[in-house]
Nanobody, 126 residues
């Protein structure tokens, strides 16, 4: 049974930074492509960032391009999401999700992912 666990959320000021981590157990995280999604109250789950198996392929949602950075360390079985230049509208629960196969069409679709973490809250407020 694969389990994903996010950590690193919290309260940040506008313009500040946070680093989220996603850890896997039960199977090597290198078996999966991984994406981060977020969900604010009353809104649909939104694609944030993607990283391929080796870490060389990445993609981002339009609202976070140039501010967030995704990376992975397959030796440590971790995926990271660096959140920079935070805005109040970045406030949401952030989830990591993994899937063993990849298509461009599936990448931003929450329903395409097999494994999910429980989420970590990010709040951006002064």
């Amino acid at each position: 049974q694969v389990q994903l666990v996010e950590s690193g959320g919290g309260l940040a000021q506008p313009g500040g930074s946070l680093t989220l981590s996603c850890a896997a157990s039960g199977r090597a995280l290198s078996d999966f492509v991984v994406s981060w999604f977020r969900q604010a109250p009353g809104k649909d789950r939104e694609f944030v960032a993607f990283v391929g198996w080796s870490g060389s392929g990445t993609d981002y949602g339009d609202s976070v391009k140039g501010r967030f950075a995704i990376s992975r360390d397959n030796v440590k079985n971790l995926v990271f999401l660096q959140l920079n230049q935070l805005k109040p509208e970045d406030t949401a629960v952030y989830y990591c999700a993994g899937k063993a196969t990849f298509t461009m069409r599936d990448m931003p679709e929450p329903g395409a992912y097999e494994y999910w973490g429980q989420g970590t809250q990010v709040t951006v407020s002064s």
